[in-house]
């Protein structure tokens, strides 16, 4: 008899920048998650779905648990956390790199409430001696009763279909959530915000926190089958915005030129974008304006 079609909803947990973004990305095959080099970059739970012969496993990618420094910062645990309940797996991944920490012990205590197999996903091995994850496994193995513990490089690929063999045995045996060619859950609006909001991010490096936030104002189909974009970045103070505009407007035009390229090859033709810039004062702490830049949960 043959093998049942297996399905499963399997959550990446782990602090912030340990490679979540972009394990995501290179097993689903297309940039569906932002990435960058800041911390906290995801704010929503992006759900990416890889479907195969055998299964079907759709990954959330949860925003960095953290403790909260502000309500959106309340917003995105609340998410990680909720999500955990949900899915059949949990991967726990960890930076090689960086080694054990405070916030990873922050997430270990809240996986002790759930009833779920957690694998710890050693990423980023590519950037340590192979020795060196013998000692990472040591350090990690007595602090959770981990179902598997795996080393992968999620960028250079080393040991990523190995890891989604292992999982496929822990997933439940279910049906084909998504048609074979869907890749995501989202909306392409809400993926073309986060494209724009990763460039915003990796262009002004350290001089604009994460106060940023993008709101998409118009999407439509013109002539010639070339796509009019028009959004608004919003920021928190007329210093920043100063930054994002840059010199004679530089840098706006660079984040609009990076961005182009990432939303037309997401969307498979030509993009003409319009982008401008808004100043909403202490954005992230204020309830309406968090529902009005599409944070949502029960509570806020």
Known sequence: ???????????????????????????????????????????????????????????????????????????????????????????????????????????????????????????????????????????????????????????????????????????PEGPQYYPEDQITDHPERFIISELIREKALQLTREEVPHSIAVVMENIEERESDAVYIQATIITERKTQKGIIIGKRGSMLKNIGKDARKDIESLLGSKVYLDLWVKVQKDWRNKQSQLRELGFRSDEY
Do not use: C, W
Request: charge should be negative; aromatic fraction near 8%; charged fraction near 25%.
């Open 1 to 171: 008899m043959a093998n049942e079609y297996k399905s499963g909803f399997v959550a990446i947990v782990g602090r912030p920048n340990v490679g979540k973004s972009t394990f995501m990305n290179n097993v689903i095959g297309q940039k569906i998650a932002i990435m960058s080099d800041k911390a906290q970059t995801t704010r929503n739970k992006i759900q990416g779905v890889l479907t195969e012969q055998d299964a079907q496993l759709i990954f959330i990618d949860t925003p960095g648990i953290h403790k909260p420094k502000h309500r959106l910062g309340d917003f995105m645990v609340k998410i990680a956390e909720d999500t955990l309940n949900e899915v059949d797996a949990v991967l726990f991944m960890i930076n090689a790199n960086e080694g054990y920490g405070r916030g990873d012990q922050y997430i270990l205590d809240r996986l002790q409430q759930i009833n779920r197999p957690v694998f710890l996903i050693i990423n980023k091995i590519d950037l340590i001696h192979p020795e060196e994850v013998f000692s990472l496994i040591e350090q990690y193995k007595d602090k959770y009763d981990f179902a598997e513990i795996i080393p992968i490089s999620a960028r250079e690929g080393n040991n990523v279909s190995h890891m989604l063999d292992v999982l496929k045995k822990y997933v």
